[in-house]
């Protein structure tokens, strides 16, 4: 059962963070591929917070620290390069995480921060999984869906629709692009803000390793192979990023290669999978949208 | 119900159906005539090589032992890929299975975070490579480990470095939990015994960049440099230090032992130090182990520390779980009581569950007619 | 400090040979390939595979690059070619045959590291003693880049493989076979990768992950020196490499490398979002 928890606070974890990214990608076209970044940044703050003495109010506390950092940071990053080519953007981003990265390193060490204990929510005691799952994860993860399924019936979802289709038409009736692009960029950081303060709280600790070119990239994949623009395509990409892996490298284990040879035989299969969705099915699973290659997005 | 939705059921059908085989696998291996040992390495990103000499190690002791044992050995190999969390996951998958006792978590710091469930679950968690100083207190009973912690092998750096009269020293160590952990206790005790650190430069593992560290090196001119380095990167370090004729003493830990820092270091390796646990000459089961080394690996020499520990592990553990069936308190008790002659030295346990070592010697490499060999310089005082 | 001043010349060209063969197939095709950075990997392994069956030097270098380069146009072909004209697409795509190459390195060769031993022996040159490697970096670097700007700019098949990214068609209506030359590009590209993996083999160790660190800076390399200029990929080079030694020398740690450089990035966009030496291209 503690197994269970533990896969279910992490598919929850990851699958927001899919849903989080999707608003950048699919809303505006931001190709955040340093989104774990943000992630990171989350981290630190609820971690730094926690790490002082929890109080009553620690915990509404360390999540609006860490979204608020998350939006602030978000926006300055947004305004300062949303201007630039789409690719120069997709390197700046990844240089943004690794900076992140480093300064997660300096600050605490590559073991990151550990012990940390969890806070109270209105009395309740967070200690037991379940009730952490329950009380914290699943409300959010709700309050998450709610709030893109919501955005996706208003006005504002066309309005975002229409400067992905055409930049040009959209100033001339009066939408600025770049402050609708960069409103959903610091939405969709601060939401992977707030899910970083909320792992750290799951996990007692923060991790720098999670932190890679890598892992963004992962999470990269994760988004299109579930789907874009899609509820339910983030939770696929959540099983992506969390189950997948492990149930292949323990398939793999029983397989004729034994035990040995399970991991890089699951790196294999991650790389063909990846190939096979970003070629033959470019929705991904159940996405709603394809990927917008108009010129340069800027 | 639209064509998405059966998409996403179908996909999350295939997720569960494929956890589900994998649960009922499960259940027939949970036979009586088998033990179950969990092994939780990092096989992915920088640190494979040093996940994989530990499997390697720990498979040719499962090897051994079912060749000669009616009950047999399985070692569920699992890849944490360096994250925590991944790890944790991986030990409660363990506990969830039935498994017991864990022979290894690679990494200090994804220990450290495990054991808390460790211990809350009344697991067994024996490691041959973690070096953490805290380790001991979080582990309690449930910890045991046969390497010595980076606190006891500081110290008797420390002491041989400054009895030696190298009283200015550098540092030089890779940016990870390992290497900065061993930094942070040096430097500390270092100090404490009348020494002072003048220079720290750090890398990370597989960076071979040396040249403007090394003369950043030459700059300070220290008595003595610290290595804590990965055998390849410090045998680098070293070759690139002759070259621009620096003038230190360099010693390093047991990161320095098997045969890559020799063998890549070849000349510049000739004069660097370094402080092992452990019997002056090797032991009948260390020259047995690097016999089944070399057979399987076709290894032209030493085997590396890693291997040796997780052979040396397997071994312990195995020891005490035929001698007190699969009881965790008994296997515990059994363990703070053994007296094992492993490839790595003669293996006891205090009462902080850490390797009982009698004595600390420091080695030399030496190099002559392009062979090297390790010269025993004699035991250390405390 | 002449040392540290060859040393940062040398890591400068390196990088530079590295994002050469990058920034060939970003300024035709648009799109960032990650994979470029296993390619250096393999190309070094090639080298050391024909070592160990005896094959000398010359001809160990030559089938590594050559194969490479082979290699280079069967990812084209089956990861980039359907996905045309979708960049992230294709990105991801090399990400995902980064990661394919990667596991069948490590699957093949493990992940030890090895020693190259091409190119091992000492020159003196100029009064200082250099790693033969270190010399033949600088001379392909003083003959690869001065020989890429003149096809690029004076020959009929460079133009049009830089005016492939702009307009397609209209370079095919001139009968040039436009899939042949992205073939022939990635040849190139991953060829060069080859050599740069060979040098970097050969001066420090083959280790499955040894081209991610230059690629990153090759990537960082080609922004900052912006898209058409191939004398910015030199000088920017160059400049890099000078700048991670006098960091390293300066802070004493590695650690500090990364920041720096992509701060500098980011500095540089904000200022010149085409590039130190970039061209703004009219847009049609």
Redesign the interface.
């Known amino acids: 059962m ?2 269970l928890a ?2 279910t606070a ?1 598919l929850i974890i990851y699958s927001a963070l899919v849903l989080s990214l999707s608003f950048a990608v699919s809303k505006v076209n931001i ?1 955040s591929v340093g989104h774990l970044g943000f992630f990171g940044i989350g981290s630190v703050c609820a971690a730094a917070l926690l790490a002082t003495q929890p109080t009553l109010y620690t915990f509404p506390c360390t999540v609006l620290v860490a979204a608020t950092a998350g939006a602030l940071l978000s926006a300055l990053l947004g305004f ?2 949303l ?6 953007f ?3 981003s990844l ?2 995480s ?2 992140v990265l ?1 300064v997660c ?2 600050w605490k ?4 921060f ?1 012990n940390l204990a969890r806070p109270t929510v209105l009395g309740i005691s967070l200690e037991d999984d379940w009730v952490f799952i329950g009380v914290v994860l699943l409300p959010f993860f709700i309050a998450a869906g709610a709030v893109f399924v919501r955005f996706s019936r208003m006005r504002i979802d066309r309005v975002c629709a229409l400067i992905q289709a055409n930049e040009e038409l959209a100033m001339v009736l009066g939408v600025s692009p770049l402050y609708y692009k960069v409103g959903c960029f610091c939405l969709a950081s601060a939401t992977a803000s707030v899910w970083g303060a909320l792992a750290t709280i799951y ?1 007692r ?1 923060t ?1 720098p ?2 932190i890679s ?1 890598e892992s963004n ?1 992962l999470l ?2 994760a988004l ?1 192979f579930g ?1 874009l623009n ?1 509820l ?1 395509g983030s ?2 990409g959540g ?1 992506l990023l969390v ?2 892996p ?2 292949l ?3 793999l ?2 397989s004729p290669f034994g ?10 299969l ?6 096979v969705v ?2 033959w099915m ?1 929705k991904g ?2 996405g ?1 949208t394809t ?1 917008n ?1 108009s010129r340069g997005g800027r | 119900m639209t064509s ?2 059966k ?2 059921a179908a ?2 059908a295939v ?1 569960a159906g ?2 589900l ?2 649960a009922v ?1 499960r259940l027939g291996t949970g036979r009586s005539d088998t033990v179950r040992i969990g092994s939780i390495l990092v ?2 990103g920088n640190y494979k090589s040093q996940g994989e000499q530990i ?1 390697d190690g720990q ?1 040719i002791a499962m090897d051994e032992i079912n060749a000669r044992s009616r009950i047999k050995l399985d ?5 944490s ?5 991944i790890s ?2 991986n030990v ?2 363990m ?2 299975q039935g498994v017991n006792f864990i022979g290894e978590i690679f990494g ?2 994804e220990a ?2 495990c054991l808390p ?1 460790i211990r809350q ?1 009344n697991m067994l968690f024996i490691s041959g490579v973690d070096t953490g100083a805290s380790l001991s207190a979080a582990g309690g009973k449930h910890f045991f480990r046969i390497m010595p912690s980076d606190r006891l092998a500081s110290q008797h750096l420390a002491a041989i470095a400054t009895a030696r009269g190298y009283k200015k020293a550098a540092i030089v160590f890779a ?3 390992w290497g ?1 952990g061993l930094k942070d206790e040096m430097e500390a005790e270092y100090k404490r015994l009348g020494g002072e650190t003048t220079l720290v430069l750090d890398t990370v593992k597989n960076q071979d960049l040396f040249q403007p560290l090394v003369a950043r090196l030459k700059a300070d001119r220290p008595t003595v440099t610290f290595l804590f380095l990965y055998a390849r990167d410090a045998a680098n370090f070293v070759k690139e230090a002759r070259r621009q004729g620096i003038q230190t003493e360099f010693m390093g830990t047991d990161n320095l032992t098997g045969s890559e820092f020799a063998d890549v270091g070849e000349d510049a390796a000739s004069g660097v130090m370094y402080v092992v646990p452990g019997p002056p000459t090797a032991s009948d089961r260390r020259l047995h182990f690097q016999q089944l080394y070399k057979a399987k690996f076709g290894a032209s020499s030493e085997p590396p520390l890693f291997a040796t520990h997780g052979y040396d592990t397997v071994h312990v553990l195995w020891e005490a779980i035929e001698a007190s069936g699969r009881d965790v308190p008994r296997v515990i008790s059994y363990l703070e009581q053994v007296h094992y002659d492993g490839a790595s030295g003669p293996i006891a346990f205090d009462r902080n569950h850490e390797l009982v070592v009698s004595e600390y010697r420091l080695k030399a490499f030496r190099r002559s007619g392009g062979q090297t060999t390790v010269e025993d310089l004699g035991p250390i005082g405390r | 400090m002449t040392d540290l001043l060859i040393n940062g010349v040398v890591i400068g060209v390196l990088i530079a040979l590295v994002a050469l063969g990058f920034a060939l197939t ?1 300024s035709i095709l ?3 390939n ?1 994979a470029h950075t296993d390619l250096i990997t393999v190309g070094g392994y090639l080298a050391y595979s024909c070592g160990r069956l005896k094959l000398s030097v010359v001809p160990s270098v030559i089938v590594a690059t050559v194969l490479t380069g082979l290699l280079g146009v069967v990812i084209e072909r089956l ?1 980039y070619r ?2 045309r ?5 294709m ?3 090399s ?6 190459l ?3 390195i ?2 093949c060769f493990g992940s030890t590291s090895r020693t190259l031993p091409i190119a091992q022996d000492a020159v003196r040159v100029a009064g200082r003693t250099l790693a033969s490697a270190e010399v033949i970096a600088l001379c392909l670097f003083l003959v690869l880049l001065p020989l890429s700007w003149f096809i690029f700019r004076k020959t009929q098949y460079g133009l049009a493989a830089r005016a492939i990214s702009e307009n397609w068609d209209g370079v095919a209506l001139l009968g040039i076979p436009c899939d042949r030359l992205v073939s022939c590009v990635f040849f190139v590209s991953s060829g060069l990768a080859a050599l740069a993996g060979i040098l970097l083999g050969s001066l420090y160790s083959l280790s499955p992950q040894m081209g991610h660190k230059y690629g ?1 800076w090759a ?2 390399l080609v ?1 900052v020196a912006g898209f058409g200029s191939i004398f910015g990929i030199a000088t920017t080079g160059l400049f890099a490499g000078l700048l991670i030694t006098a960091v390293m020398y300066c802070f004493g740690s590695y ?2 490398v ?2 720096v450089l ?2 500098i ?2 500095i540089v ?2 200022v010149r ?1 085409d590039g130190l030496f970039g061209m703004r291209l009219r847009r049609f």
């Open positions: 503690q197994l533990h896969i992490h190709w300062a390069t201007r630039l080519k789409q690719d120069f997709v390197i700046l240089a943004f690794e900076v480093g390193i300096s060490g590559p073991a990151g550990n996990a600790s991790d390793n999670q070119i990239l990269f994949s299109l789907g899609s339910r939770i696929l099983l189950v997948v492990s149930l490298e323990a398939t284990s029983y035990g040995n040879y399970a991991a890089e035989f699951r790196q294999l991650m790389g063909c999978l990846l190939i970003v070629r470019p699973l159940v709603a990927l290659h | 998405r939705t998409v996403f996909a999350v997720v494929l956890g085989l994998i696998l096989l992915s499997r498979t070692i569920v190999f699992r890849d890929e360096g994250e925590k969390e944790l996951r409660k998958d506990q969830s200090s710091t450290l975070h469930f679950q940016n990870d939990v900065k | 970003f648009k799109f960032i990650f990861a359907p996905l004209g979708q960049r992230l697409s990105f991801l795509s990400f995902g045959v980064s990661i394919l990667n596991s069948s490590t699957l990153i990537f960082v922004v650690t500090f990364n920041a992509f701060g990035l980011t966009l904000l979002p």
